[in-house]
C-alpha cells in the first residue's frame, strides 16, 4: 500500500492510510486473529452486529417519520 505525503502534511497522509486500511479490511483482519475464536464465538459476534444493524436501520427510519 502506498500513500503520498504532499507539502510535509503528514497528518493528512496518515488520514488517508487509515482510510485505505479501513476499506481494505485490514484492521478487522488483524483485530480478528489476534486471538482465537470458535465457531460459537463467531456466530454471536456476527448475530450482535446484524442486530445492531438493523436496530440503527429502525431507528433511522423512525427518525425520517418523526416518532
Not at 502534511?9 to 488517508?16: D, F, I, S, T, Y
Not at 479490511?25 to 488483524?30: A, D, S, V
Not at 452486529?49 to 416518532?67: H, I, P, S
Request: glycine fraction near 4%.
Amino acid at each position: 500500500m502506498y500513500v503520498e505525503v504532499r507539502n510535509n502534511n503528514v497528518e493528512k497522509a496518515l488520514r488517508v492510510l487509515k482510510k485505505k486500511i479501513q476499506e481494505d479490511g485490514i484492521f478487522n483482519e488483524l483485530r480478528n486473529r489476534e486471538f482465537h475464536q470458535t465457531k460459537g464465538e463467531k456466530r454471536r459476534k456476527s448475530q450482535a452486529a446484524a442486530k445492531r444493524r438493523t436496530q440503527r436501520a429502525l431507528q433511522k427510519r423512525m427518525d425520517e417519520q418523526g416518532y
